[in-house]
């Protein structure tokens, strides 16, 4: 199973950017999906998260300027960032909780991540 990010970039103060987030591999189906950031210096921390019926979660410093939405058809979760701010500078990490079924039909859990994808906001 394997998580490919794209996205990030260099973008002014106020811009915005699109996250993407794409699983591959031998996928029966993706619970929970989330992007994670992590500042230099800092340690990771949630984003926002996505149930699979669309349920959404958001942290404080980003309800209202990020968006996350997901493609359960592509295996694909997205996240829009609005309004940045220098201090929105990170590694964007996405995160998946990924379940296979065995061929004896056994399910197993396999929690993915991304290689990250850097996002960076000047002032």
């Known amino acids: 199973v394997q998580l490919q990010a794209s996205g990030g970039g260099l973008v002014q103060a106020g811009g915005s950017l699109r996250l993407s987030c794409a699983a591959s591999?031998?996928?029966?189906?993706?619970?929970?999906m989330g992007w994670y950031r992590q500042a230099p210096g800092k340690q990771r921390e949630l984003v926002a998260d996505?149930?699979?019926?669309?349920?959404?979660n958001y942290a404080d410093s980003v309800k209202g300027r990020f968006t996350i939405s997901r493609d359960n058809a592509k295996n694909t979760v997205y996240l829009q960032l609005n309004s940045l701010k220098p201090e929105d500078t990170a590694v964007f990490y996405c995160?998946?909780?990924?379940?296979?079924?065995?061929?004896?039909?056994?399910?197993?859990?396999?929690?993915?991540w991304g290689q990250g994808t850097l996002v960076t906001v000047s002032s």
């Open positions: 591999g031998r996928i029966s189906r993706i619970d929970d």
């Open positions: 996505i149930t699979s019926d669309g349920s959404t």
């Open positions: 995160n998946a909780a990924i379940i296979y079924y065995t061929d004896s039909g056994t399910p197993v859990a396999l929690p993915a």
